[in-house]
């Protein structure tokens, strides 16, 4: 069983991981540690629904994660909240896009309102991740769990609706959408990790 961090560590260490996106570019070299923290990373990607997926997303912050279960965990979550909030700028402007059919316009609307859910959800998930230390940690889990699962939802609904229409709005986004839901897909697989090896 592994220690689990207070709420304000790993609040700070979400932090932290927020600026090594955008201050720390992927190094040349990979440091001695870091051979741990990669086949970490890939072992407990390969029991996710899209391992190799997760494994890219995650392996270029080997240095952040190291063999840390949790911050593997708040990694994901965070990596798939940047993912989703991106998708959900994209969709808004290319609903106001000249030239769409109503009904796609409607598709687009109504995704672009799933995938807003979608970042509220990932957002509390990572929230209530950051209580981990300070409260009941099976409780804790199940909010989590609950929110993720839902931002899963929501997302694939999206996906539903774009697959319903047709030509270029199709075509931009479908994959766009179907990654978000990927990526989700592998946090919840980690989050289920977490609590297993907690319990």
Not at 50 to 61: G, M, N, R, T, V
Not at 74 to 96: D, E, I, R, W, Y
């Amino acid at each position: 069983m592994e220690a689990f961090s207070s709420k304000n560590l790993f609040a700070s260490l979400l932090i932290l991981f927020a600026f090594s996106i955008i201050f720390c570019p992927a190094q040349a070299t990979k440091k001695p540690y870091q051979e741990a923290s990669t086949q970490f990373i890939r072992t407990s990607c390969s029991t996710t629904t899209y391992p190799k997926l997760c494994f890219h997303s995650l392996s270029k912050h080997a240095s952040f994660i190291q063999t840390n279960r949790l911050l593997l965990t708040g990694t994901s979550l965070n990596v798939t909240l940047s993912s989703a909030k991106s998708t959900s700028v994209l969709m808004s402007t290319l609903a106001k896009s000249q030239g769409l059919k109503p009904r796609e316009i409607a598709a687009m609307k109504d995704c672009v309102e799933e995938l807003r859910d979608s970042v509220d959800e990932l957002r509390k998930s990572i929230d209530e991740m950051s209580h981990l230390g300070n409260s009941n940690f099976d409780l804790t889990m199940n909010d989590v769990q609950t929110w993720v699962s839902a931002a899963l939802t929501d997302e694939s609904t999206c996906t539903d609706g774009i697959q319903e229409t047709k030509g270029n709005v199709k075509t931009t986004v479908r994959g766009r959408i179907v990654k978000v839901a990927q990526l989700t897909s592998n946090a919840l697989a980690l989050i289920n990790q977490l609590a297993s090896f907690h319990g």
